[in-house]
Each structure stands twice: as structure tokens, then as C-alpha cells.
């Protein structure tokens, strides 16, 4: 009840204060009212001069283009997404990946938070049978934009990882398959959904793993749902060997907000025909047709390939560069601080899991702290939903954005090994 309006259950679990909520609620005021912020929390993309270029050069054209602009802004384009953007994207996937791939087994929705918000609904929850599907995380911590998701409570089951450590103060989550079969053995699975690379973690799977995964889901009827916002084959922030992977029971989804394009909210959802075709239902339902600036602004890259040289061109040498020097910032920070850490292998995307295993209180106070010193992080607890235990690890751990300026990153992470070396 809030003044005298009472909410549905659907409508109090969505308006509940959620992780996802805190997270861009911050990220936007630290944007706009919080100059002095030192803004480490958010997914938001570092400003990348070579990209910026790139899409003020195709805003100029749009404009210069008048009976087409005009179009981009007057006319809805059907549900499903502009059919000549769509057509291209099809084209593009089988010409150079080989995937039996159509127009039909696309879909475009308002940006990847909309593009889950259907997936999860149309695939968890109660179904006809009486049976209530989960949606399977096989490697836990996992996205925190997943956790509140579900019009229904308890739709997610996760997956402790294996930890193992490749080097000195780095660790890396690896797939527990023994766990993930005995999930799959249940019964209540609709779907596997992983991010690659994985947020928060910057872990990315190998090609062995998503094939197993792969294998798994065919096995069990189900579909694998890979959550490619940071991959391949667009945009292509991971700093290791990762193919692009799809096979007809996959559901793959692509972001243009890791190009640099954040504010068009434009993402794609490839899968099944059946998939791409509810996918359009609930747009038509949710919110009539998708925006159409971002589908245009990268339509000639999409035709001409060039969106998939954008990645390994300018974004990998760019974000990885900048993982590199935070590392060794990281390294001389904590060091001097004499704190226990590590930092969770870096692969991709742009953040960096930190662990300390020495900290005494959870890492959700530890935010506040540190935001009341103006420095903004994401706390761990966030990540660590479905799980069936609790683990003190979820409270030791942290998401840090490392792609902000140098005078950004090393006084955030010097703050950090302050106030951690306070609570250990």
C-alpha cells in the first residue's frame, strides 16, 4: 500500500528496491548531480574517440539524408524491428560465421534489460502442466540486472563455481558440470542463460564450456541463452580467443550499448523462429515497436561487415590497455595497504572482481562507506542470486568499473584499500 494505492504481488516485486535499481539509480545521479563522484559502479562505456567518431560521422549522414531521417523519426517500424536492418544482420551471420540463420529467427528489442525481462517471463515460472520452470545459472556470480526479473519469486537456480588460480593474486570461476547436471536432472530447468564475458566477473567461457553447456541444453530440450552484451561477435570486449557460438536451440542476444551506442537501447535477440516471434508479441504488447535511430545508425556497418572489425580493432586494444594499468595500480594500492585480495582474471568487458578475504563486514556496507567517500562500486551480494546457500564468499567480493580516467581508477582503488584495510 503506498498512499492509499494498493499493488498487485507482480507490481510490489517489481517496484521493490532492487539491486538493478540502486545500481543505475547511483550511476545516473553520479552522472548528472554527483560531479565530484569518483564512478567506478556503473556498465556505462568509457567515451572511446576512435567510436565517438564513428557514430558522429553516421549522425551527420542520417542528416543530410532528409527523406530517411525524416522516416527514422516519424514512422514505428514493425514489432519484430526494421525488416532491411534485420535482413542485413542475417545476412552478415551467415556470410561469415556459417549460421543457418534468417530473418525470421531475429528479433529486435528496447536494449538487453527488455530483451531478458521477455525471455525469463515467457520461459520461467508456472506453467500449463502445473510444473513451475527455473531458469539455470551455471555459473555463479551472475549479472545483477537477472535477479529481480522474474514476475514470480524463485525463478532462478545457480551454481557455486570451481575456483582455481592461474597466477599470484588472480583467481578464476570455472564451470561446475557434476552441479549443473544435477540442476538439469530436476526437471524444473526451462533454459541455461549465461553471460559471456561474464558480468560482473570479466570471465570469459571457453569454447569447450559453451559447447558442453550446448550439449547439455540439446540433451534436455531446452535452450541455451548466451548473453553476448560484452562478446562476440559484436562488440567484441574479451581479451582472450572466444568464438562466436550458435546452434538452432540457442538463444544469443547482442547489445549496441557496449559499441559506444548506450542511449539508443537497441539490442537483438537470435534464436529460434518461435523465440523471435514472441519476442516481437511482447514488444507490440510492452511498448508498440522499438526505437529506430539505433538499428540505422549501425545499418551500413552491418551491411558492410564493419561492425565486427570495431571490436577487435579499437575496442580489445583500447579496454584491454586499460585493464592492464589498473592491474598494476591494483597490485600497488593494495599491496601498500597490506590487505588480503585478489582480482578475478580479466577476459573481457570492463570491470574488475575484487576479493577480499580478510574483510569483516559484507560489502554492502562496505558501499556505503565508500560512497560516503565519494567513491561508487557495486557490492557483491548483488550477484550471487539462486543459489540454494548462503557463502561468505558473496560478501567479499566486488565489482569495480576500470575503464574511467587514470586519476579516476588509481584514487578509487586507493580509497578502497583504505577503507577495506579498516574493516579486515
Not at 129 to 143: N, T
Amino acid at each position: 500500500m503506498t498512499n492509499g494505492i494498493a499493488f498487485s504481488k507482480s507490481g510490489q516485486k517489481l517496484t521493490s528496491r532492487s539491486g538493478i535499481l540502486e545500481l543505475m539509480d547511483d550511476l545516473g545521479r553520479a552522472m548528472t548531480e554527483w560531479p565530484d563522484m569518483l564512478m567506478l559502479g556503473g556498465g556505462n562505456p568509457a567515451a572511446v574517440p576512435a567510436v565517438q567518431k564513428i557514430w558522429r560521422d553516421r549522425m551527420a549522414a542520417l542528416l543530410t539524408e532528409g527523406a530517411t531521417f525524416d522516416r527514422i523519426l516519424g514512422n514505428y517500424d514493425p514489432p519484430q524491428g526494421n525488416p532491411r536492418f534485420i535482413n542485413a544482420l542475417a545476412t552478415l551471420l551467415k556470410r561469415e560465421f556459417g549460421w543457418n540463420v534468417e530473418a525470421e529467427n531475429i528479433a529486435v528489442t528496447n536494449g538487453g534489460q527488455s530483451a531478458f525481462f521477455f525471455l525469463f517471463n515467457l520461459l520461467a515460472g508456472n506453467h500449463a502442466d502445473g510444473r513451475k520452470r527455473r531458469i539455470l545459472l551455471p555459473l555463479s556470480p551472475e549479472y545483477i540486472g537477472y535477479a529481480d526479473q522474474g514476475f514470480e519469486e524463485g525463478i532462478f537456480v545457480a551454481c557455486r563455481p570451481e575456483i582455481t588460480w592461474p597466477a599470484p593474486h588472480v583467481f578464476k570461476y570455472r564451470i561446475d558440470f557434476p552441479a549443473v547436471e544435477a540442476a538439469l536432472r530436476t526437471g524444473e530447468i526451462a533454459a541455461i542463460a549465461v553471460s559471456r564475458p561474464t558480468n560482473p566477473t570479466g570471465n570469459v567461457l571457453t569454447d569447450d564450456e559453451v559447447q558442453r553447456l550446448s550439449n547439455l541444453a540439446r540433451q534436455y530440450g531446452i535452450p541455451l541463452i548466451l548473453d553476448n552484451a560484452y562478446g562476440a561477435p559484436f562488440p567484441g570486449v574479451i581479451f582472450t580467443d572466444a568464438k562466436p557460438f550458435w546452434e538452432p536451440h540457442v538463444i544469443m542476444t547482442l547489445s549496441l550499448s557496449k559499441l559506444g551506442l548506450p542511449g539508443t537501447r537497441t539490442a537483438v535477440v537470435i534464436g529460434p523462429k518461435q523465440i523471435a516471434e514472441a519476442v516481437a508479441a511482447m514488444t507490440a504488447i510492452a511498448g508498440l515497436a522499438n526505437g529506430n535511430i539505433g538499428q540505422q545508425i549501425v545499418l551500413p556497418l552491418v551491411e558492410s561487415g564493419h561492425i565486427l572489425k570495431i571490436g577487435p580493432e579499437i575496442l580489445r586494444p583500447f579496454y584491454e590497455d586499460k585493464s592492464r594499468s589498473a592491474m598494476q595500480w591494483a597490485r600497488e594500492a593494495f599491496d601498500a595497504a597490506g590487505i588480503q585480495w585478489a582480482i578475478h582474471a580479466s577476459e573481457g568487458a570492463f570491470f574488475f572482481w575484487l576479493w577480499f578475504r580478510g574483510l569483516q563486514i559484507p560489502t554492502r556496507e562496505l558501499y556505503e562507506r565508500l560512497k560516503a567517500r565519494k567513491v561508487l562500486i557495486v557490492p557483491g551480494e548483488y550477484f550471487f542470486f539462486g543459489l540454494p546457500d548462503d557463502w561468505d564468499h558473496s560478501r567479499q567480493c566486488l565489482r569495480l568499473n576500470f575503464a574511467q580516467p587514470e586519476s579516476v581508477v588509481r584514487e578509487g582503488l586507493r580509497i578502497i584499500a583504505e577503507e577495506v584495510a579498516a574493516a579486515s
